[in-house]
């Protein structure tokens, strides 16, 4: 059948000139030699192209269209356009490793969402929002935000076969910096995030003896103040908050005074990237083996966890708390902003882990399965580790007879202080200690595979080549951002270390994140569209998304996530660690931490207006160019930046009268 196609050409090529590139384009196209060509299905038509026009003017030789024939439907000519795309990412990815199985992406997948967030962010910011009252915000964001930006970002990475770099580049040149801003933040957080890892590495170890280190104050680090038992006196701390404070972290008064390194931290340090390091060094196929078990032996731990402690006395007052709304909090537009940065972090919108990973799964992967498993086990995880650590609230308010809602927890010492109080009236203390501390190590390990993943795959999609000539293995480069991230968490470990950890934390995970997520949205949802993601998914799976994926798509989660993120600038805190207030110029650094993501979106933007064709540069080369031309290149500059695929070497090909450009078409010239 005759096709009719257009072809958009390089903005400074005459139309006399861009005529005859049709034609020949159309001829080719009816012949069916494009498709049958190896080098042309390879992009590197263009110049002999070009040739052919120059070798046909010589002879005096003129080509002309075929006549015109009826424009195939858009649906159509969208099957058509995803087969060549597909073929061509296939064809230049031969070499792409996939998961063993398929259920090792789904394992990953759930390591990754299911982290330490899962068991102290979770149940702190539900604690602080009045309870069950989180509950109702949580969900709703669960199911408008969580699920569908979930399945949005696992079909672009699975169907385009990219880490996050190049897929933003390629749905919309112009925000490629979102995608860079994705590894930026990874790389940030997996520097502070392994000290977690660190402490719980700590306490593992320091829970084989009995009685547990923490269970009496007749040690050389306790203070005058100490109190064997839980307490909320402002003037008295418990054994187990002066253990954290004064042995674990020998913290200083604050961020002037940074003290010395922690030598034994230093080098439980170590010890956690080399496991990092051992885990992931092979890429998919030794993380797809170890996710098998840490994946899932925390669940085996919070449920014994969870009989223990419903058995204690007032485990029921806490649970009540925890299940029993405050319907007044819900009027708190805090409480909504909070549940849905929970969803961004729990889940992993922005990060770019599961994008990441999401790439190197087989092309005709069920998407959406994977998406409903992940996301809803990630939030039962998260109600399960709720009713394990508010069974606990309830028992520490038994002791001290006062309210839940009056307990004292901050940040990680929910995890760290007041979880290790409650194991020292607990039968068998030593080994529910090891249990717990070793569940924490697994579900730090999972999310520390992903952020760290994230960086080796956009290193090896952009410069792959050169990186392996340089350094002949993978491996090594593994180990070089493994190196990287090891010094760069160095500060963590000395005397004033969690000042650090909480100041990254407060302006990377709070502040960047909702940023990152809110432009991810704008380039996928709006830019490359409803549509192509659509035709993505047919291509993949042969079913189109369900009609409510397509509205959250198009309204709720761009409209949502941009009104948080207005609240969030508005209702803006500066970052504090309990008593502690920082100074402004450790603000100022926060702003800095947070700015070193954020800023690769700008930065990128001019990058991308600069480098196409009839660039800045190219408008400023002569002065003889006059003043519309070059508006008339700034405009096509804009509107190819903003064109999916746009930075890609090719002209752009689309069915006569169908009125849409589509830059991804299957003909490559």
Same mark, same amino acid.
Not at 219 to 248: E, L, Y
Not at 332 to 361: E, K, P
């Given at each position: 059948m005759t096709r009719n196609c257009t072809v958009i050409a390089d903005p400074v090529m005459t139309s006399e000139g861009e005529a005859e590139l049709q034609a020949l384009v159309e001829r080719k196209l009816t012949n069916g030699h494009i498709q049958n060509n190896p080098k042309e299905m390879n992009g590197t038509l263009l110049e002999s192209l070009r040739d052919e026009l120059n070798i046909h003017h010589g002879s005096g030789e003129s080509w002309h269209p075929p006549s015109p024939s009826p424009s195939p439907s858009r649906r159509a000519f969208g099957a058509q356009r995803q087969r060549g795309r597909s073929i061509d990412n296939m064809a230049v990815q031969p070499d792409r490793p996939t998961w063993n199985k398929q259920i090792e992406f789904t394992l990953a997948g759930i390591g990754t969402a299911v982290g330490l967030g899962n068991v102290w962010r979770f149940p702190y910011l539900c604690y602080r929002s009045g309870g069950g009252a989180f509950l109702v915000p949580y969900l709703f964001m669960l199911v408008v935000l969580g699920i569908p930006l979930l399945y949005m970002e696992l079909i672009v990475g699975q169907y385009l076969r990219k880490g996050p770099v190049h897929v933003l580049e390629k749905v919309c040149p112009l925000l490629k910096g979102v995608g860079m801003a994705t590894v930026a933040i990874s790389f940030i957080m997996c520097t502070y995030y392994n000290v977690i890892i660190t402490w719980a590495l700590y306490y593992l170890f320091s829970s084989f003896q009995s009685p /547990?280190?923490?269970?009496?104050?007749?040690?050389?680090?306790?203070?005058?103040?100490?109190?064997?038992?839980?307490?909320?006196?402002?003037?008295?701390?418990?054994?187990?908050?002066?253990?954290?404070?004064?042995?674990?972290?020998?913290?200083?008064?604050?961020?002037?005074?940074?003290?010395?390194?922690?030598?034994?931290?230093?080098? /439980?340090?170590?010890?956690?990237?080399i496991l990092i390091y051992l885990c992931i060094f092979k890429g998919v196929k030794s993380t797809g083996k170890v996710v098998y078990f840490t994946a899932l032996f925390p669940y085996i731990i919070l449920l014994a966890l969870l009989?223990?402690? $419903?058995?204690?006395?007032?485990?029921?007052?806490?649970?009540?708390?925890?299940?029993?709304? $405050?319907?007044?909090? /819900?009027?708190?537009?805090?409480?909504? $902003?909070?549940?849905?940065?929970?969803?961004?972090?729990?889940?992993?919108?922005?990060?770019?882990? /599961?994008?990441?990973?999401?790439?190197?799964?087989s092309f005709n992967n069920n998407v959406l399965r994977d998406t409903l498993t992940i996301s809803i086990i990630n939030s039962l995880?998260?109600?399960?580790?709720?009713?394990v650590i508010f069974s606990a609230f309830g028992y520490m308010s038994h002791l001290q007879s006062i309210p839940v809602s009056e307990l004292a927890v901050d940040g990680p010492g929910l995890v760290f202080v007041v979880y290790p109080q409650a194991f020292v009236t607990m039968p068998l203390a030593p080994l529910w200690a090891i249990i717990f501390f070793f569940m924490l190590l697994c579900l730090g390990l999972d999310s520390e595979f992903a952020m760290v993943e994230v960086m080796v795959t956009s290193l090896m999609d952009s410069y792959g080549k050169p990186i392996l000539k340089y350094f002949r293995l993978k491996e090594i480069l593994v180990l070089v951002v493994c190196s990287a991230a090891f010094l760069l968490g160095i500060p963590h470990v000395m005397q004033f270390g969690i000042y650090m950890f909480q100041l990254m934390d407060h302006y990377t995970a709070i502040v960047s994140i909702i940023f990152l997520a809110f432009f991810e949205v704008i380039a996928v949802c709006w830019v490359f569209g409803v549509g192509r993601l659509s035709d993505s998914l047919i291509e993949m799976t042969g079913k189109p998304p369900a009609m409510f994926f397509k509205v959250c798509w198009w309204i709720i989660c761009p409209v949502l996530i941009g009104v948080i993120l207005i609240f969030s600038v508005i209702e803006f805190k500066p970052a504090r660690y309990e008593h502690y207030v920082y100074p402004a110029w450790a603000q100022g650094v926060g702003w800095i931490i947070a700015l070193a993501s954020i800023i690769w979106i700008p930065l990128a933007a001019i990058h991308t207006l600069w480098v196409l064709p009839g660039s800045f540069k190219e408008s400023w080369a002569g002065l003889e160019l006059a003043i519309w031309d070059t508006t008339r290149n700034l405009k096509h500059r804009i509107r190819r930046s903003l064109t999916p695929f746009g930075l890609e070497k090719v002209p752009v090909v689309y069915p006569s009268g169908s009125g849409e450009i589509f830059p991804d078409a299957a003909v490559k010239l």
């Open positions: /547990l280190p923490w269970q009496s104050c007749n040690n050389t680090w306790n203070r005058p103040n100490c109190t064997d038992h839980a307490t909320n006196s402002s003037f008295s701390t418990t054994a187990s908050q002066q253990f954290f404070n004064h042995k674990v972290l020998e913290r200083t008064s604050g961020l002037e005074q940074p003290g010395i390194l922690r030598w034994e931290l230093f080098l /439980l340090l170590v010890v956690a990237w009989i223990n402690n $419903v058995q204690l006395p007032g485990a029921l007052d806490g649970i009540k708390f925890f299940i029993v709304p $405050v319907w007044e909090k /819900l009027l708190s537009v805090q409480v909504w $902003v909070n549940a849905a940065a929970q969803i961004f972090n729990s889940i992993g919108i922005g990060f770019g882990g /599961l994008m990441t990973m999401a790439s190197y799964n995880t998260s109600i399960l580790a709720g009713f």
